[in-house]
């Protein structure tokens, strides 16, 4: 067990000094959402005292004094996770990087862009608009940042195309548990130098060290875009469709899951009836929104038409196409919409964001539902079903929270074990924060998780840095 | 079978739209056009009736050459069949002379029972191009229409949208009507749709073209308003923005000078 | 046709049969100001039957005279009688303008007469002026989502036909003149003949929460907010400060709040104690709706037009800067 320090009058002088006027927060003064992220049901802690950093040698002078008082700190950036991530599970200091939100600059030579942790995703994409450019990775939260979005290697829509938050990181510079700096990868594309730590430290969730200014790799924007919605009468049909669409050759950049119950909360919610409940005269069990980007619309155009004749194969209702301005506005609202929508109508709630191989998403889905059944519970998802990565909440208004868990937990256990019967991973973008992390552990095996808490050891040897996460077990003992 | 004739309008992004300091002209160079959002919930409505009764949908808007692809767009939901109304003549027109080239145009496409408009469009946003119309083609008008019940025997009933409360009326066609957006959402094109109305003919009307136009009613000459003078908007000093240093005690600040004024 | 024999400004009062709409009597308090420099005399037109005691209202507002239209077709709202009406009495009587409400129902039928007398209508004017060379009206207005002020004249044909929103111009009686003329019309409309018909009307459920107009405190939330999750805590904020929620058009049309909600030119004009703007730019079709004794503004851009009608504004995050004034006015409250 580890065991840590307060924060003293003395501790807190000195973090007052190391930052700037007005940016260091103690006890009452903590702002009460830093006791956790949007999933409250994993439990709050607050931490004793908050920081906003503005710069590398900040966090740097930060690090140094929490080393020497052994004093526990736990990165944040918009406290958009959904595992508890950046829960300050051993109180401590919460160390906030909102305020690191400058984009510093564009090489447009070498297409990178070199910015720090606190930039939300929708800034930087917007920004880089401007310039032609477009960061790939698009997870659905926009307002989280794009420094959290690289501790959970978050995924997003467009990666059945493009890749996942890894495939755009060229460098990092990163304070250790210490306080030492250190800049890890180079702006190039290639790279065969020894071990990664780059890699390592990207989906690290804060546990290795503390990310502080970021160079990634953008692409030239693609110049057209257009969406089809595939309606089906079930999921099976649904989810069948998926792998052929992928083999046909038409690169789509993303196909994005929904079923019938989601696209009525959604309606519901937004008031924009977007994705149709009836088509045909005939109720729609599951859609896809397939979406293409290119350079050509000619092109555009071949690649529906041939998509078309998949759907027609794969017996669908009809294709819809998005593809004015106003559609695509109403079509994105809604399913970025989807959590938002599921979380205004429940009272409680919790969630896994399991990957499975693609054919099996039907499997799993009838499985899950079938959990939720048996448990009294409601089950509502959506996902990425161009990779597998399906987002499954469990929902209720009447339980009480108590027996809510109880019950998931029921469910959770089971699912996961499914999930790995499967051949499926826990995680998909969303990480494990402390959350996930008795799955984790299932999942990978002693062998892999040992080997975890090691380089985690060699990293962090007082275990200051985000305690109880991934694959901490210095927290044990303590309520999870 | 229902003939319907539903009147759309392509414009520019006014969010884009910025007027030259120079100049005191509007800006729209380069700035994106899109079909007026109203406009396609009248064709839902429009598109609705047509699934209920059988129909056929005629479109028609006035504009430039450009204005072609608002009618492709409305093509690709529903509409049988397009017109455009362009030529330099029609330029510069106000509600009373755009209703007049319209309804001359449309007279040449058949006589309609049902006309649907959008209640207003964004960028001109006078509202008054439904009752001119509805005038000029001597139909019966429901406007702000939030659900139509019943079309038979040469009558509509539906339901109207007042400011405190719902009316139910009957009308005799012809009707025009203007529809609630949020009682309309507009759908998706299928793909066949959408892939034909980029191939379908659009039928262009001309000052030469439509049947005993008298040019002095289109265009500038027909209209009986002008715009003499444009100017940006007058604004007042700004007020007193409190700047202590950080959140808190901004709104500490804020909050003492609210209950001063005794606002809390 | 000549100018000049066109005379006298009218402002039509619209009614429920009980009493007379305060956009009727708004109307003809700004068109006496008019009158008083054009010369015209100034006219309140009804249709169908109101109560005499209403009568007083309409002369206190400044009238020099009163049409009342008599005669069958008047029961309820009809596009057909009404615009019939006004044509019949415009032919007759040849008016310099007519004002009518900016209500659905002034909306429906006033630029239907127009068509008829085949003249110049403008809508949504926030300001009247006057032109003594040409003799028009200048009709000014604010155009393309209020980045421009537009100046719109009826230059050749008359009357000059505008509809105006309600609440854009006040009610401040300025007593009554001399000597009233009443003028008795009778038009009767066939009600036979009347092609949209009122078959049943289903008044509103009042929602508290809805009616927004005269609330004591406003807690209006502009397009600055990043999507309904974060609509909450405006709630709670209006809850704390005894006041409603309001919204700008982009809300309304983002589908996250009801059109009843919109406050703004095009929709409800308010009349308020405090009012506290977060993430609204400041088109100028929204601050004119906004009739406050003290006027907040928050948005994250120093340089948002807002802050020019506000009395005081905060630069910063919306939701930071709501968090905060929840906490302290909790903290007052504890106290």
């Known amino acids: 067990m580890a065991s840590y320090n307060r924060i003293t009058a003395e501790v807190a002088a000195q973090l007052r000094a190391a930052v700037g006027e007005g940016r260091f927060f103690l006890n009452e003064e903590v702002d009460p959402n830093y006791s956790h992220d949007e999933m409250p049901i994993y439990g709050k802690y607050m931490p004793d005292a908050a920081v906003d950093v503005e710069s590398t040698e900040e966090v740097s002078a930060i690090m140094k004094i929490c080393a020497a008082n052994r004093i526990p700190v736990t990165c944040r950036g918009a406290g958009t996770g959904l595992v508890g991530g950046c829960v300050p599970l051993a109180g401590g200091l919460v160390l906030c990087t909102k305020r690191m939100n400058r984009i510093l600059e564009y090489d447009m030579d070498n297409l990178v862009v070199r910015l720090q942790p606190g930039v939300l995703l929708k800034d930087l994409a917007a920004d880089a608009q401007k310039h032609g450019l477009m960061y790939p990775p698009d997870p659905g939260e926009k307002t989280a940042t794009v420094g959290g979005n690289i501790s959970t290697n978050a995924g997003g829509m467009r990666a059945v195309k493009y890749g996942v938050t890894r495939d755009y990181v060229l460098a990092l510079t990163v304070v250790l548990a210490d306080g030492r700096i250190v800049e890890l990868g180079k702006s190039v594309c290639k790279t065969s130098s020894g071990y990664s730590l780059l890699h390592l430290m990207i989906g690290s969730e804060g546990t290795l060290g503390i990310i502080t200014e970021m160079t990634l790799k953008l692409i030239p924007s693609p110049q057209y875009d257009v969406s089809c919605l595939v309606p089906f009468r079930t999921v099976e049909a649904c989810i069948k469709a998926v792998p052929k669409i992928k083999l046909a050759k038409l690169d789509p950049q993303s196909i994005e899951f929904m079923d019938a119950d989601i696209v009525t909360s959604s309606a519901a919610f937004t008031g924009n009836p977007i994705f149709p409940e009836r088509v045909k005269n005939e109720d729609v069990g599951a859609s896809i929104l397939v979406t293409f980007t290119g350079y050509d619309e000619e092109e555009l155009d071949q690649k529906m038409i041939r998509l078309g004749e998949i759907a027609k194969e794969a017996d669908a209702l009809d294709v819809l196409v998005v593809s004015t301005a106003a559609t695509k506005k109403s079509a994105w609202a809604a399913r970025s919409g989807f959590l938002t929508a599921i979380e205004a109508e429940t009272k409680l709630i919790d969630e896994m964001d399991v990957v499975v191989p693609v054919d099996r998403i039907p499997v799993f889905l009838i499985y899950i539902r079938m959990l939720g059944e048996e448990n009294g519970i409601r089950i509502r998802n959506f996902g990425h079903a161009g990779d597998g990565n399906l987002h499954i909440y469990c929902c209720s208004n009447d339980l009480e929270e108590d027996d809510f868990k109880r019950r998931v937990k029921i469910i959770m256990d089971k699912a996961y074990t499914k999930c790995a019967e499967l051949e499926g991973q826990v995680s998909g973008e969303h990480s494990i924060g402390h959350a996930k992390m008795q799955y984790l552990r299932e999942s990978v095996g002693e062998d892999v998780f040992e080997l975890m808490r090691q380089i985690k050891s060699v990293f962090d040897p007082d275990c200051i840095l985000n305690p109880g996460k991934v694959c901490d077990l210095s927290l044990s003992g303590r309520p999870a | ?264 | 046709m000549k100018k000049t024999d066109y005379k006298d400004m009218w402002v039509y009062i619209e009614h429920d049969g009980q009493t007379a709409a305060d956009v009727g009597l708004e109307l003809l308090c700004e068109v006496r100001k008019l009158c008083d420099t054009t010369g015209d005399r100034l006219f309140a037109v009804i249709l169908g039957n109101l109560p005499e005691t209403e009568t007083g209202k309409i002369i206190n507002c400044g009238a020099d005279g009163i049409i009342r239209v008599k005669g069958t077709g008047y029961g309820y709202f009809n596009t057909d009688a009404w615009s019939n009406a006004f044509t019949v009495l415009c032919r007759k009587y040849n008016p310099s303008a007519v004002f009518v409400g900016g209500t659905i129902n002034g909306r429906d039928f006033a630029p239907r007469f127009a068509v008829q007398l085949n003249t110049g209508c403008t809508s949504d004017a926030m300001e009247l002026g006057y032109d003594p060379e040409t003799g028009d009206i200048r009709f000014i207005e604010p155009a393309v989502g209020g980045k421009i002020m537009a100046v719109i004249t009826v230059p050749e044909l008359r009357p000059q036909i505008a509809t105006i929103r309600p609440g854009t111009f006040k009610y401040a009686p300025c007593g009554a003149r001399g000597e009233i003329s009443v003028i008795e019309e009778e038009i009767s409309f066939d009600p036979g003949a009347v092609r949209c018909r009122r078959l049943d009307y289903f008044p509103d459920e009042s929602d508290p929460e809805l009616d927004i107009a005269n609330a004591d405190c406003i807690v209006c939330v502009g397009n600055g907010l990043k999507d309904q999750e974060h609509l909450e805590r405006y709630r709670t904020l209006a809850k704390l400060l005894g006041g409603k929620i309001g919204c700008t058009r982009p809300l309304y049309e983002r589908g996250i709040l009801p059109y009843k909600l919109q406050i703004g030119q095009s929709g409800v004009m308010v009349k308020t104690k405090l009012y506290i703007s977060f993430g609204v730019s400041g088109a100028v079709n929204h601050t004119a709706g906004v009739d406050a004794d003290v006027f907040v503004a928050v948005d994250k851009n120093p340089d948002a037009q807002i802050f020019n009608f506000c009395d005081y504004g905060i630069v910063g995050d919306m939701d930071e800067i709501c968090d905060e004034m929840i906490a302290q006015l909790r903290a007052r409250k504890g106290q």
């Open chain 2, 1 to 264: 079978m229902l003939n319907i004739l539903v009147c759309v309008k392509q414009i520019p992004d006014i969010d884009l739209v910025r007027m030259d300091p120079e100049t005191g002209n509007l800006v729209r160079e380069g700035v994106p056009t899109l079909t007026n959002p109203l406009d396609l919930n009248a064709l839902e409505a429009a598109v609705r009736v047509k699934e209920r009764y059988g129909g056929h949908i005629t479109l028609i808007t006035m504009g430039p050459p450009m204005a072609e692809s608002t009618l492709r767009e409305c093509l690709a939901v529903g509409g049988d069949e397009a017109v455009l109304i362009s030529g330099r003549p029609f330029g510069g027109a106000d509600t009373l002379s755009t209703s007049y080239s319209i309804v001359k145009a449309a007279e040449m496409l058949g006589n309609f029972d049902l006309i649907f408009c959008g209640k207003e469009s964004m960028d001109g946003a006078t509202g008054q191009m439904a009752s001119q119309l509805a005038e000029r083609f001597n139909a019966s008008q429901i406007s702000c229409c939030s659900k139509i019940e019943e079309i038979s025997g040469g009558k509509i009933r539906a339901l109207r949208t007042l400011e405190k409360g719902t009316e139910l009326v009957e009308a005799d066609l012809p009707c025009l009507l203007t529809v609630e957006k949020d009682n309309f959402f507009g759908r998706l094109p299928n793909l066949e749709a959408y892939l034909a109305s980029k191939k379908a003919e659009i039928r262009v009307l001309t000052e030469n073209t439509i049947d005993g136009l008298e040019m002095e009613k289109i265009g500038v000459p027909g209209s009986g308003t002008i715009v003499p003078e444009i100017y940006a908007p007058k604004l007042p000093e700004p007020g007193q923005i409190i700047k202590t240093g950080s959140v808190k005690t901004d709104v500490g600040r804020l909050m003492s000078l609210l209950v001063e004024k005794g606002s809390v």
